[in-house]
């Protein structure tokens, strides 16, 4: 007698597979070993950035943007600087100058709401602008409408995996 797939155990594998493949697409980029700190130039302006122990001192007040490079419902986006691909709903940013990857706390000084993000990308290239943001971020610190902010930004860490470095001591912790 063989034993046949009754609908309830097809439905049940069916869920359990739809939530794996949407649980790994909420995850954050990564695959990117070590750190960033190579020099580049980008429409013939040279930059070099920062060693990682100069970037865990890292805490600068700037002008915000924010970025989307969606096409189609928002789904498909561009590759980083780190080779990643960048969905709408990762907590992502580029800054010209910090080791990538980095994790930053960005907060908006206009209402005092605060994010963390991934840094896995390069920019801003437009006028003084300091750090790009994705759609998600700028929404979490409600600027999305007005397009540009003040903001300052902290480092809270440089790198991945077992290249990870954040600053110690009771300062860090804020």
């Known amino acids: 007698m063989r034993h046949r797939a009754t609908l309830p155990h097809c439905a049940s594998f069916t869920s359990l597979i739809l939530a794996v493949l949407l649980f790994s697409a909420c995850a954050r980029p990564s695959g990117y070993e070590g750190y960033m700190t190579r020099s580049y130039t980008v429409r013939g302006q040279s930059y070099h950035p920062m060693s990682v122990e100069q970037a865990l001192d890292f805490h600068e007040v700037g002008t915000a943007s924010w970025y989307n490079e969606s096409s189609f419902l928002g789904l498909k986006r561009g590759t980083t600087s780190l080779g990643e691909k ?89």
């Open 86 to 174: 960048v969905m709408p709903w990762h907590l992502t940013g580029a800054h010209k100058t910090l080791p990538l990857p980095c994790i930053v706390k960005v907060t908006n000084l206009a209402n005092g709401k605060s994010v963390k993000i991934r840094l896995n990308d390069r920019g801003p290239f437009i006028g003084d602008r300091m750090i790009d943001l994705s759609p998600r971020a700028a929404r979490k610190i409600d600027f999305q409408g007005e397009g540009l902010t003040t903001v300052e930004v902290k480092v809270l860490s440089v790198g991945d995996g077992p290249y990870k470095r954040q600053k110690r001591g009771w300062l860090y912790f804020f």
